[in-house]
Nanobody, 126 residues
Framework: QVQLVESGGGLVQAGDSLRLSCAAS????????MGWFRQPPGKEREFVAA????????YYGDSVKGRFTISRDNAKNTVLLQMNSLKAEDTAVYYC???????????????????WGQGTQVTVSS
């Protein structure tokens, strides 16, 4: 079992930065790939970023490449999402999720993630 709690969301202006944090409980955290997804108002949930268990491989959605960075600290059971150069279209509820095993494009699909956090709201004003 892995429980996930996101934090760090808020209201910022376009061009600002924000860092989201996901705290995980459970001794098996380090075995999971971790992902961030987001759901804009009235839209489907979409992939943002993922990182494999070792941190050696990371994946990003096209809309955030070059602006967002995912990282993890297995010793602290934490996954971070550094978001720079935020845009109004980044406004969404952001979710942290845990995937028991993924690689490549498998990490992009929400269906492979077994555990989800409750989400944190990010609002970017233009």
């Amino acid at each position: 079992q892995v429980q996930l709690v996101e934090s760090g969301g808020g209201l910022v202006q376009a061009g600002d930065s924000l860092r989201l944090s996901c705290a995980a409980s459970g001794r098996t955290f380090s075995r999971y790939a971790m992902g961030w997804f987001r759901q804009p108002p009235g839209k489907e949930r979409e992939f943002v970023a993922a990182i494999r268990w070792s941190g050696g491989s990371t994946y990003y959605g096209d809309s955030v490449k070059g602006r967002f960075t995912i990282s993890r600290d297995n010793a602290k059971n934490t996954v971070l999402l550094q978001m720079n150069s935020l845009k109004a279209e980044d406004t969404a509820v952001y979710y942290c999720a845990a995937n028991p095993a993924c690689s490549g494009y498998g990490c992009y699909r929400p269906g492979g993630y077994d555990y989800w956090g409750q989400g944190t709201q990010v609002t970017v004003s233009s």
